[in-house]
């Protein structure tokens, strides 16, 4: 069973900046991030296929939001800029051992096995 730990939310405005960080304590080769508004799904955001190093972004944050990795640390981060209000919820890890699809990478949310226990983002204005 993988671990996923999550670090790096918080409170800012509109505008500001955080970085996410999702360190995993087995090997996966899939790894992403979700996020969920209240009274909203989750929404796939950013995922990366770990081995190929395949990325994908939702359009809400193509161009702010940067996903990158450390194999070393087994570690994804997300650089989160120019947030907007909009980016306000709950921000998840995910992490499977298999390598999923590229297609399906943030459609796909059941895929992933490993979740991890979310932290907080929230944006003012």
């Known amino acids: 069973q993988v671990q996923l730990v999550e670090s790096g939310g918080g409170s800012v405005q509109a505008g500001g900046s955080l970085r996410l960080s999702c360190v995993a304590s087995g090997s996966v080769n899939s790894m992403g991030w979700f996020r969920q508004a209240p009274g909203k799904e989750r929404e796939g955001i950013a995922a990366?296929?770990?081995?190929?190093?395949?990325?994908r972004y939702a359009d809400s944050v193509t161009g702010r939001f940067t996903i990158s990795q450390d194999n070393t640390k087994k570690a994804v981060y997300l650089q989160m800029n120019n947030l907007k209000p909009e980016d306000t919820g709950m921000y998840y890890c995910?992490?499977?051992?298999?390598?999923?699809?590229?297609?399906?990478?943030?459609?796909?949310?059941?895929?992933?096995?490993?979740w991890g226990q979310g932290t907080q983002v929230t944006v003012s204005t």
């Open positions: 990366i296929q770990v081995p190929h190093g395949t990325i």
């Open positions: 995910a992490a499977d051992a298999a390598i999923i699809a590229h297609y399906i990478l943030l459609s796909r949310p059941d895929r992933y096995d490993y």
